[in-house]
C-alpha cells in the first residue's frame, strides 16, 4: 500500500521559505509517476502547486512558478516542497500526493498524505 | 486556465436521497475528470477517474457521466458515510485545477 507522511515546520515567517518533505513507502518514486503538492487555506478549496516527474521534468502553477521548487530525493524516496517569500496567504494545509499519468501526462491525484497545517506569522 | 465551476455550493439531503452534482469547466476537457471527497480535517480521497470510472474500493452507490465542459457525480442512495465535501478536478490540461468544492450535509 502506498503511503505518503508531510514533515516540516508548522510556523514559517513572513518573507522566509516555506520547506515541507514527502516520505513515500511502499512504492519506490524513481519507478514511475509525478509526485506533487497541493494546499488548502482553512475553510477554503484545493489549489494545486506543482509535480514533478519522476524522470525530471516538472509543472508549477504559473502564479506560484516564481516562488516554487519542487524536488525529487531517490535515495530517501521523498520529495520535497520549498515555496520562497512567503506570506500570509500563503498559510494553509500542505498536501503531497501521487499523481498517475497516462503516457507521461499527469491525471488525478490517487494518494494523498495527510497534510500538515503551516501557518506564515 | 481552465476554471472549474461547481453547483450547487452545499446541497443539503437526507439518507437514502439520490443526490447529483454538477462541474462545469470553462473550457472543453474531454473526459479529463476526476471527482475527490474530503471529510473534515482529513485528505481528499479520489472516488473517480476519467468522468464515469470508479476508483477501485469505491461504492457502486457513486457514480460520475458527462464529457467535454459538464460532468456530474450521482450518489444513488445517501449512506450516512456521504455527507462530506466533494471536488471535481481537471488534468485536461496545465495548470491543473480544481473546482470550488460542494458541501453535502444532512438535511
Known amino acids: 500500500q502506498v503511503q505518503l507522511q508531510e514533515s516540516g515546520p508548522g510556523l514559517v515567517k513572513p518573507s522566509e521559505t516555506l520547506s515541507l518533505t514527502c516520505g513515500v513507502s511502499?512504492?519506490?518514486?524513481?519507478?514511475?509517476?509525478?509526485w506533487g503538492w497541493i494546499r488548502q487555506p482553512p475553510g477554503k478549496g484545493l489549489e494545486w502547486i506543482g509535480s514533478?516527474?519522476?524522470?525530471?521534468?516538472?509543472y508549477y502553477k504559473p502564479s506560484l512558478k516564481s516562488r516554487v521548487t519542487i524536488s525529487l530525493d531517490m535515495s530517501k524516496n521523498q520529495f520535497s516542497l520549498r515555496l520562497s517569500s512567503v506570506t500570509a496567504t500563503d498559510t494553509a494545509v500542505y498536501y503531497c500526493?501521487?499523481?498517475?499519468?497516462?503516457?507521461?501526462?499527469?491525471?488525478?491525484?490517487?494518494?494523498w498524505g495527510q497534510g500538515t497545517l503551516v501557518i506564515v506569522s | 486556465d481552465i476554471q472549474m465551476t461547481q453547483s450547487p455550493s452545499t446541497l443539503s439531503a437526507s439518507v437514502g436521497d439520490r443526490v447529483t452534482i454538477t462541474c462545469r469547466a470553462s473550457?472543453?476537457?474531454?473526459?479529463?475528470l476526476a471527482w475527490y471527497q474530503q471529510k473534515p480535517g482529513k485528505a481528499p480521497k479520489p472516488l473517480m477517474y476519467?468522468?464515469?470510472n470508479l476508483k477501485s474500493g469505491v461504492p457502486s452507490r457513486f457514480s460520475g457521466s458527462g464529457s467535454g465542459t459538464e460532468f456530474t457525480l450521482t450518489i444513488s442512495s445517501l449512506q450516512p458515510d456521504d455527507f462530506a465535501t466533494y471536488y471535481c478536478?481537471?488534468?485536461?490540461?496545465?495548470?491543473?485545477?480544481f473546482g470550488q468544492g460542494t458541501k453535502l450535509d444532512i438535511k
Open positions: 500526493a501521487r499523481q498517475d499519468d497516462i503516457a507521461g501526462a499527469p491525471t488525478y491525484f490517487d494518494y
Open positions: 511502499g512504492y519506490s518514486i524513481s519507478s514511475g509517476y509525478y
Open positions: 514533478m516527474y519522476h524522470s525530471g521534468g516538472s
Open positions: 473550457q472543453r476537457i474531454d473526459s479529463w
Open positions: 476519467k468522468a464515469s
Open positions: 478536478q481537471q488534468y485536461n490540461s496545465y495548470p491543473y485545477s
